[in-house]
């Protein structure tokens, strides 16, 4: 079984800057894609950013500029770094990946728990 662990979030004030990380841990044999998802209040879960295993990027309109994602595959890690942080961040932020696991050998897209990012002052 495969977990995602989020860690980074909370309240900072517009403007502000904000780290998230997400380790994955595990019977992991490959992770492809890892990225970030969020959800704001009232809204569908949205893709905020995502990176392949070979650092192929993919962002969000509103996140280009301002957010910066990063992986490195030796640890199963995934971080993304939000500066410039606005009022309408605020949403529980998802780390999600697609892992090969063992000993089935059996592609599973996994789900943190979310982490709550509030962007106010």
């Known amino acids: 079984q495969v977990q995602l662990v989020e860690s980074g979030g909370g309240l900072v004030q517009p403007g502000g800057s904000l780290r998230l990380s997400c380790a994955a841990s595990?019977?992991?044999?490959?992770?492809?894609?890892m990225g970030w998802y969020r959800r704001a209040p009232g809204k569908e879960r949205e893709l905020v950013a995502d990176?392949?295993?070979?650092?192929?990027?993919n962002y969000e309109d509103s996140a280009k500029g301002r957010f910066t994602i990063s992986r490195d595959n030796a640890k199963n890690t995934v971080s993304l770094q939000m500066n410039s942080l606005k009022p309408e961040d605020t949403a529980v932020y998802y780390c999600?990946?697609?892992?090969?696991?063992?000993?089935?050998?059996?592609?599973?897209?996994?789900w943190g728990q979310g982490t709550l990012v509030t962007v106010s002052s």
């Open positions: 990176v392949t295993r070979e650092d192929k990027i």
């Open positions: 999600n990946a697609r892992v090969l696991s063992g000993p089935a050998f059996r592609w599973t897209e996994v």
């Open positions: 595990g019977s992991i044999l490959k992770i492809n894609a």
